[in-house]
C-alpha cells in the first residue's frame, strides 16, 4: 500500500506481493518481489487474502483446513488477533 497506494485487489490475492499483476494499476512497484515465496500457515496450507475496503483480512483455516469450524478447527483472522 506504501508504494502504490492501495493493497492488491481480493482476486489478484497474495500472490501480488510475487509479481506485479497490473503495471498500470500498480506503477511504483519494486524491482524485486515483495516476499520471496507466499506463506502458510502452521497447518502449512496457504493463507486466504480478502481485500476489504481500504484494509485486508488474512484468514487461517486452522486444523481442519476448512472454513468455519469450533475450538481447535476455528478460523484464524488477523483482524481478530491482539496487535
Known amino acids: 500500500k506504501l508504494d502504490n497506494?492501495?493493497?492488491?485487489?481480493?482476486e489478484?490475492?497474495?500472490?501480488?506481493?510475487?509479481?506485479?499483476?497490473?503495471s498500470d494499476?500498480?506503477?511504483?512497484y519494486r524491482v524485486k518481489p515483495y516476499l520471496k515465496k507466499l506463506p502458510k500457515d502452521s497447518w502449512k496450507t496457504p493463507f486466504v487474502y480478502l481485500k476489504?475496503?481500504?484494509g485486508f483480512e488474512?484468514?487461517?483455516f486452522a486444523a481442519d483446513r476448512?472454513?468455519?469450524g469450533?475450538?481447535?478447527s476455528k478460523d484464524i483472522?488477523?483482524?481478530q488477533c491482539n496487535k
Open 5 to 10: 497506494g492501495a493493497y492488491p485487489e481480493t
Open 12 to 22: 489478484e490475492g497474495f500472490a501480488a506481493l510475487l509479481t506485479n499483476p497490473d
Open 25 to 28: 494499476k500498480y506503477p511504483n
Open 52 to 54: 476489504t475496503g481500504d
Open 58 to 60: 488474512l484468514i487461517s
Open 66 to 68: 476448512k472454513e468455519g
Open 70 to 72: 469450533e475450538e481447535s
Open 77 to 79: 483472522l488477523f483482524s
